[in-house]
């Protein structure tokens, strides 16, 4: 980043993580399992069957990690809440043992002068309300604010900064549509209203911290913006359906209070109506918006697609990540502004943004160089400048990852963090982003944002 380039006053520097990519032991103490226990176990769903069942060992190491974080001068940790760890069937009973974790890791890092924002869902569904239907049954909305109220009574006050999904998009098109995520289901019917009922889940929560929270919430979602392939109208068409589909599914019905309709061309007779009170439950209006953004997707038609009927096309010029993602940053600052033309002039979050590389295996105990990591991070930290600079509220940035971590289907063998992790001794090793990182913070200072009532 060139030298005369500064954040804002009070910007918001941090790292994000997801409960079963670090915690490990998800089981323990009291724990349910969730329905990523019972996919990362079942044979073939993920890459050399790997598990969360240790992953980073944050739930015995976090102190280690707050730690971490304080030396790279990070002002925010972005985690989430394993819900079937406070909530071992879902509902019912809570686990006091997994609700003190949560009270001591927040406690950890407030010690450190580290901000907590919590997400209430990261993918982890109870496996307990998996078996009741989870996202397809419509009583979750009800469970989901129940739990949310739980943990808003226990951590509220100390976490600032709530979020209730991240990333809904992926939750229905990996784990209902295409099968690739937990819970593995493949159903054109099933995935609009596992959308749904996340939408009415995430605005039940938001009621319920009317309720009961004090600082602000909203929701995390990932952003890809589609540029079309060519000007050919096939084309353009299906950069909208693209569009709809992954960017304005989720927005669209919170803002507007309605899906797009390129929805019901895309789903057909799977589309399904919904009641005029779901739509206002959906659209409670939101604090704060968080934006996960990676990469960008030029996309062509293309009938053989299923069922979008559109394409990405590789960009031969272009870097990629090893998850195969090009490295587009300019496509970070359209989405910010796309964001504020489109759903107003919120505060918002970068939320997650990073990149998987391969990282030298010298990295045990010495120096990990990653410089296309460093590189990945300037460009993205320009864009978001440059999106701050048309006047964009974007109020603070969480580097994906802090810590190398199981990157779910994919397991181990993709390294997002900026932080080496070697999973057989659990040593931890800044790499070269990582410093990059603290000096960026260092230079544009900044306390943590002022935020209350
Ligand atoms: C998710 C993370 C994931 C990252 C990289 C995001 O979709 O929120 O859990 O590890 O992308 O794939």
């Known amino acids: 980043m060139s030298a005369n380039r500064q954040f804002p006053e009070g910007f918001l520097w941090g790292a994000a993580t997801a409960a079963y990519q670090v915690e490990g032991s998800s089981t323990a103490d009291g724990a349910g399992m969730s329905i990523w226990d019972r996919f990362a176990h ?32 990070l002002k925010a940790y972005r985690f989430s809440i394993s819900w079937s760890r406070v909530l071992p069937q879902g509902k019912g009973a809570s686990n006091p043992a997994g609700l003190d974790y949560y009270d001591r890791l927040a406690d950890a890092l407030l010690e450190k002068g580290i901000e907590p924002l919590a997400t209430l869902y990261h993918w982890d569904l109870p496996a307990a309300l998996d078996d009741r239907g989870g996202w397809l049954n419509p009583d979750i909305a009800d469970w989901f604010a ?12 100390r976490v600032k900064t709530w979020a209730t999904l991240n990333e809904p998009w992926v939750v229905t098109d990996g784990g209902y549509l295409h099968g690739a995520l937990a819970p593995g289901h493949r159903s054109r019917f099933e995935a609009p209203i596992a959308s749904h009922q996340l939408l ?23 952003l890809e913006p589609k540029y079309p392939a060519s000007p050919a109208p096939a084309d353009l068409a299906a950069v909208k359906r693209a569009d709809a589909y992954m960017n304005r599914q989720y927005l669209d019905p919170i803002f507007k209070g309605s899906y797009p309709p390129e929805l019901k061309e895309i789903f057909g007779e799977a589309w399904p109506e919904w009641p005029a009170e779901d739509y206002a439950l959906i659209a409670q209006p939101i604090d704060w918006l968080g934006v996960n953004y990676y990469t960008r997707n030029v996309t062509r038609h293309d009938e053989t697609k299923w069922p979008l009927k559109a394409a990405a096309v590789r960009q031969d010029q272009a870097a990629y990540t090893e998850t195969g993602w090009e490295v587009f940053p300019q496509g970070l600052t359209d989405t910010l502004l796309w964001v504020k033309q489109r759903y107003g002039d919120l505060p918002i979050t970068i939320t997650e943004n990073g990149a998987a590389f391969y990282d030298p295996p010298t990295a045990e105990g010495g120096r990990v160089q990653d410089p296309l990591r ?77 935020k209350g009532g």
């Not at 930290?381 to 810590?403: F, H, P, Q, R, T």
């Open 42 to 73: 079942t044979p073939g769903m993920t890459l050399n069957g790997d598990t969360g069942d240790v992953a980073c060992d944050q739930y015995r190491r976090y102190r280690e990690d707050a730690a971490l974080m304080a030396d790279l001068g």
């Open 374 to 450: 460093v590189g990945y991070l300037k460009s993205h930290l320009n864009a978001v400048l440059d999106a701050i600079e048309k006047g964009v509220k974007v109020e603070g940035y969480m580097v994906w990852s802090l810590l190398d971590n199981l990157e779910w289907s994919l397991g181990y063998s993709k390294r997002f963090g900026i932080v080496h992790v070697n999973f057989k001794t659990q040593e931890r090793t800044p790499k070269d982003s990582a410093r990059f990182y603290a000096e960026v913070i260092a230079a544009n200072g900044g306390a943590p944002l002022a």
């Open 200 to 222: 009415r889940a995430h605005g039940a929560a938001v009621k319920a911290y009317r309720a009961e929270g004090q600082h602000r919430i909203g929701i995390v979602v990932n």
């Open 146 to 157: 129940d739990y949310a109220q739980l943990m808003y009574r226990k951590l509220d006050g």
